[in-house]
């Protein structure tokens, strides 16, 4: 069974950074696509980046949305299944449940994602 487990969140200052990490266990596949997705007070969960696998633990090919292109950076451990996001810049917009999420196939939509960690909160004060 495929297992997300998040860490890294918090409560930081605008400016500041914060760095997230997914750690997946249970996986019978060796390539596969992870992405981060948000989801603020009152707001739909939207996407925040992803970044590929491929079956001898390369991670590539990251994309971002538009919103935190430049001050995201999403990385791979690819001795371990864990994918980091690295948040600089911080701004209380940021503020959201961040949650990882896991499939075979790359996509920027939530549906498209089949495993899901169970997020973890970041709030950015102003």
């Known amino acids: 069974q495929v297992q997300l487990v998040e860490s890294g969140g918090g409560l930081v200052q605008a400016g500041g950074s914060l760095r997230l990490s997914c750690a997946a266990s249970g996986l019978t596949f060796s390539s596969y696509a992870m992405g981060w997705f948000r989801q603020g007070p009152g707001k739909e969960r939207e996407f925040v980046g992803a970044i590929r696998r491929n079956s001898v633990g390369i991670h590539y090919g990251t994309v971002y949305a538009d919103s935190v292109k430049g001050r995201f950076t999403i990385s791979g451990d690819n001795a371990k299944n864990t994918v980091l996001l690295q948040m600089n810049s911080l701004k209380p917009e940021d503020t959201a449940v961040y949650y990882c999420?896991?499939?075979?196939?790359?996509?920027?939509?939530?549906?498209?994602?089949?495993?899901w960690g169970q997020g973890t909160q970041v709030t950015v004060s102003s």
């Open positions: 999420a896991l499939d075979q196939t790359f996509g920027v939509s939530a549906r498209g994602y089949a495993y």
